[in-house]
Every structure is written in structure tokens, then in C-alpha cells.
């Protein structure tokens, strides 16, 4: 005895190309009045050769001239950023008139010789201006990984190396906090953190701690040894302060 096939479901094209261009239903609105999926019908209209609709109210203005002309620059090998600022467009909207044109996208921030075209000077000039690395990769094409490289390079080569050992230390200590000792050193308060973490430097207590520390051991080498730090920055903390320690005689 042998089974009969089950018949496989399939798509009425005919209904959906009436609904999508007598009815003007969009494809998600096709999909929900056949009960299939919007992709469902997407891929059933193209493949009738229904003439899609350009999607979102961005797209509705376009002219046809200049979707024409879109498409013809990106198949030039025009980059994304200068077809958006020729034409006064979003990249999304590029992607979505190339891809409605049947051209195939290209790889991100590759030309269509397979060239790399990642612009550092623009790139560095965007985060300059505040852009995040998400927003630069969405605009030049490249994986989010890939800017954020280059601009850590870039970010590199102008760094300045930061102080270290007791020249850090009593800086922290004249400032008085993280915060303040980034905006003297030009840097960021996570780099300035990781400098101290790496010399392994703490805030020293407040002047009066220092001070009765002074005052019970007498002698600025042992208040130095219980707060592991060295006797120059003790006393350099306590001289800022305005208490000066008094040198043994020779």
C-alpha cells in the first residue's frame, strides 16, 4: 500500500498581485488577508515579475530620475557617503533602491573590484565630531569591529605617554580626584584609572588623617610603610597641606 503525497501549500499569486496593485495592500497586508508571511509573498510576487513599490514614505518622493541615477552611481562603484550627499538621501534609502533594482549589495566598505576603501582621515574627522563607531560603520560600510580598529590606531599613534610611580601619585594627590587628574593629563578618566590600577596607587587618607598619623607614629618613613606608598609623597601631601615635617638633624 503506498502513501499518497501530501499536496504542498503554495502561494495564489494571482490574488496577491490583485490585492498588491488593484487594492494597493502592502505586502505585510497581503500576507495577513492570505495567511502567509510577507516574505511568502514578497518572494512570490518577484518572481511573478510584479513591479514592487518603493518602501517607506522616504522612498515615495524619490524621483525616478534619481533612483536612476543612484543605482547607476553604485554600480560605477560610487561610495555610499557621496551617493547620500549628492542626492540629499539616507544610506538605508540607497540600499533599499539598489536592492528594488535587482543589483546585488556590495560587501561592506568594499568597492565592487573588491578593493578596500575605508577612508581613516574621514573616519577620524566623525569621531572627532562626536560620531560613535556604530553610526561610522553604517555610513562607510565596514563591521562596527573594523572602525573601531582603525580608529583605535589612529587614537595611538597621538598618545601621549602619562606620568608613573610618584610623579602620578602626587599628581593625583594635588588634584584630588580621578575626574581632575584626566583633565590634567588630556586623556579619559578609564585610561587615567588604568594608569594608577597599573602602579598600583591609592587616594592617601585626608590632611588630618595624615596628620595624626604623623602625630602617633613621629616619624613620616613609618606613616609612609602603613599606607604603602613612599615617604616623598607623604611628605610632599603634608607640605602642600601646609605641615611641614621636621628634618632629623645630621
Known sequence: MTETPIARRTVDTAAATRLYLEEKLSVREVGRRLGWSHTAIYDALVAAGVELRPRGSRAQIIPADTRRA???????????RVLCARYGIAEQSVRNIVAEAGVPLRLGGTSLSGKSSFDREQAALLAE????????????????????????????????????????AELLDEVGSVRALAARLGCSQKRAREALNDEGIKPLPRTEVLVRMLARTRSGKEVAAELGCSFRRVRRALERAGVPMRRKAA
Open 70 to 80: 543612484v543605482v547607476d552611481g553604485y554600480v560605477a562603484g560610487e561610495k555610499m
Open 129 to 168: 565630531q562626536g560620531w560613535t563607531a556604530p553610526a561610522i560603520a553604517i555610513l562607510t560600510g565596514f563591521c562596527e569591529a573594523t572602525v573601531r580598529r582603525h580608529l583605535g590606531q589612529i587614537r595611538g599613534r597621538g598618545r601621549k605617554p602619562l606620568p608613573a610611580g610618584d610623579d602620578l
